[in-house]
């Protein structure tokens, strides 16, 4: 599979961002579920537990990682910075032991009968890591399988060549 190569662009406050956009024939609210509802996340990406509100956080494991030939992650705490349902959640998703952290940023807009999802990560010092595209599209795209009941991607199809 080709997935769209994503837009480097530059952000409000001077630095960069990955961006990747999706649509789907689904209304808006359905691919807000898709991207919000524990239950429903788990089927692509991981699950979180605990009281989601703006301002908060919650507990997230990622367990899609199995399906690539790795483990399920210990749960992290991810810190949830906007959430203005069912339009646009912005989180910061902690990464290694550095202290590091992923800035994301989803919009849901509307696009005719259906949505494009507009997926946002903030990269360091402007730098594009092939492997965070490759990985952000096959989840991408694990996504919309899961939204339309198909097979899920295999990883093999999107991790770049060493």
Not at 75 to 102: F, K, N, Q, Y
Not at 139 to 160: E, I, K, N, V
């Amino acid at each position: 599979m080709v997935a769209p190569p994503a837009e480097i662009v530059r952000t409000d406050d001077g630095g960069t961002a990955m961006v990747l956009r999706r649509r789907y024939p689904d209304p808006v609210e359905e691919v807000w579920a898709a991207v919000t509802e524990s239950e429903r996340l788990g089927r692509w990406i991981g699950t979180w537990t605990g009281e989601p509100r703006e301002g908060g956080t919650v507990s997230f494991t990622m367990t899609g990682e199995v399906d690539a030939g790795g483990e399920v992650d210990e749960p992290t705490e991810v810190a949830i910075r906007v959430c203005d349902p069912p339009r646009r959640l912005v989180v910061d998703l902690p990464v290694g032991d550095g202290g590091d952290s992923w800035h994301l940023d989803l919009t849901v807009e509307p696009d005719g009968d259906g949505a494009v999802l507009v997926f946002a990560q903030s990269l360091p010092d402007g730098e594009r890591n092939p492997d965070v595209e490759a990985g952000w599209n096959w989840y991408l795209d694990r996504l919309t399988a899961s939204l339309h009941g198909g097979p899920m991607p295999s990883w093999d199809d999107y991790a770049p060549e060493s």
